[in-house]
């Protein structure tokens, strides 16, 4: 009697593999390069793209060139630029007034909620893991303390011994924004945490001065 084997899976299972019998090469280069672009989130060179498409480097070079001429000549809102690390899409000097106004009303928002929470957990809790302040509310938070960092209110100053998990604390800017000269100036509600009612009450009287932070 013949010993049972064990299915084996082929190194070559069609099933798991990508499928490259599009003819990329076939396509139109000047789109194929765009579509490579917009999706890339950092430079792309000359090498990479060319590897992409399927076509030689100086063809790329000369539709790389190309495009960028065209959305200059156009009066595109975007441009192509050629930096030491390769090619990327930038928003056009031309219109940099209202991409400026974007940027300054992104950061002026008001701040939610839930972030108000969170900063306060963070300023009560420092230096604190992601991990310990989700725990604390309640809910995962980690968007949240991306959003607080992006604002400069929190930052991060280590990492938590035997977790390995990055530790937080309040930044200066978030000093200035509440009118203290050191952490030890919070209202004393530390003892309350992490009652939701206690984070209430900071949210409404100690953290208020922080609704229009820019």
Same mark, same amino acid.
């Given at each position: *009697? #013949? %010993?049972? =084997?064990? %299915? =084996? !899976? @082929? %190194?070559?299972d069609p099933e798991t593999e990508l499928d490259d @019998?599009?003819?990329v090469a076939g396509l139109d280069l000047r789109g194929s390069l765009e579509a490579l672009l917009i999706v890339a989130d950092e430079?792309?060179? !000359?090498? =990479?793209?060319? @590897?992409f498409v399927e076509r030689p480097m100086p063809e790329v070079v000369d539709a790389l060139t190309e495009l960028a001429r065209s959305y200059v000549n156009d009066d595109r809102g975007f441009e192509l630029r050629e930096t030491a690390a390769g090619w &990327? $899409?930038? #928003? @056009?000097?031309? $219109?940099?007034p !209202? !991409? %400026? &106004?974007y940027v300054l009303d992104g950061q002026q928002a008001r701040l939610? =909620?839930?972030s108000l929470e969170t900063l306060a957990v963070v300023a009560y809790k420092q230096p604190v893991s992601r991990g310990r302040v989700s725990a604390v509310r309640g809910v995962n938070c980690d968007g949240? *303390? &991306?959003t607080l960092a992006a604002r400069g209110l929190i930052e991060e100053v280590g990492v938590e011994s035997g977790s390995g998990a990055s530790l937080f604390r309040t930044s200066q800017y978030f000093l200035e924004r509440m009118g203290l000269s050191s952490i030890a100036d919070l209202?004393?509600?530390?003892p309350y945490l992490p009652d939701l009612d206690a984070l209430d009450d900071l949210s409404s009287d100690g953290l208020r001065g922080l609704d229009d932070v820019g």
């Open positions: *009697m #013949s %010993e049972h =084997q064990p %299915e =084996q !899976v @082929s %190194e070559h @019998s599009t003819d430079p792309a060179s !000359v090498t =990479q793209l060319a @590897s &990327r $899409f930038y #928003s @056009s000097a031309a $219109f940099a !209202v !991409v %400026e &106004r939610t =909620q839930a949240v *303390m &991306r209202p004393d509600i530390a």
